[in-house]
């Protein structure tokens, strides 16, 4: 990195008044934690939707979202250590923490949540590793036989108790993967200094937009799974996540209208430089993009009757896109306006990796760190296959 710039200067542009030492310091990074840990609650809510209410035709994708939600938790932290500039002393906020900082606390949560979601998985998955343990050799032997910790014993009883232990997990894990994500609605609604992310709903927004972010990514995983493992789609399964999707997305629209409405009624001093950057300068990205084609378009689709295949994924990938512009538009949006109120600043990506900020910064950066969830679904897969028990259905021609 090159010392003689302050950071954040490289990528901000500045126009009319603004104070010098004004730049864009959250970058695409802090776009993407909190899309990717929005990710993580919504597969949890998911799978916790077989587990805890008994919805049986989610049984085909218990598994498969809840190992997903696991290879996202994994990533989840990383968008950060790529942000910083001293990524060796994040250490320090589980080595010293300091408990009036949110960051510290999340710490606690973070390894709170995944110790549930790791047990979970083992419970869920005992009898295969034990079954497994006793049928492989070799290497996958050994793993399997460690997995066991010792407890062998696939008795009817047990996988009784296993099975309300995986029930009472999920239950737990639900409040969990909530304070998961709506603590970082919580950090951006009380910075005061930013008049866009100063309202009390920002981590109900947050805590919505990322349960229909995680249903989506599991409907569209789920679907290209399916295909590649040349196995039927369940529609009976698609539908259930569609209907789910569909009730989530109305909230999460509503209170992204009421938060609008909030800060129009409001009409504080920073209303006109708010207005300007929510109506025109990202006016196109937010009305358009996140909210025509991010949450309108699949609430139609998803509202049509008899959804099949191809639609869910079509809706499902549109969500994504929307969900990823709206923290797009709360990040980047929330510090394109200058604290004089008479100025903007603009946030350029860079593309090329130029050099090694530009590629920690750029969309080499991103491409890894949203690529890099599905590289790990693909490995947990070896270990705990997700598709368990629909691997011998042959897939037949299916009308979309």
Known sequence: MDLGHVHGELWTVKTLFTY??????????????????????????????YHVFGKDELRPVAKFSLVFSLALLFIAPTPLLFHLLQPQRAINTMLTPHFYSAIAAFNLVYLGYMAIVIS????????????????RTGVFKLIYSALTLGSTDISEATLKTDHKIVKILAAIGIPAACMLHGYVGFIFGSVKTVPLWKTPLMPFIFLISAVISGVSICIVTYIIGMKLSKIIVDNETVQSMCKALKWFLVVAFVLEAIDLVFHAYLAEESWDILSDVLFERFGFRMFVVQWGFGMILPLILLTIPGIKTLRAFIAGALVLMGVFMMRWDVVIGGQSMSRSLAGFLDYHMPILPTSFEAFKEGLSAVIILLSAPFVLLYLLNLLFPVFQGQRLVKREPEKS
């Open 120 to 135: 979970e998985i083992w419970f869920a998955y005992r009898e295969y590793i034990v079954q497994q343990s006793q049928s």
């Open 20 to 49: 010098p030492n004004e730049y864009i310091y959250w970058t695409i990074h802090i776009v993407i934690y909190p899309f990717i840990t929005g990710l993580v609650a919504g597969a949890f809510v998911l799978s916790s939707l």
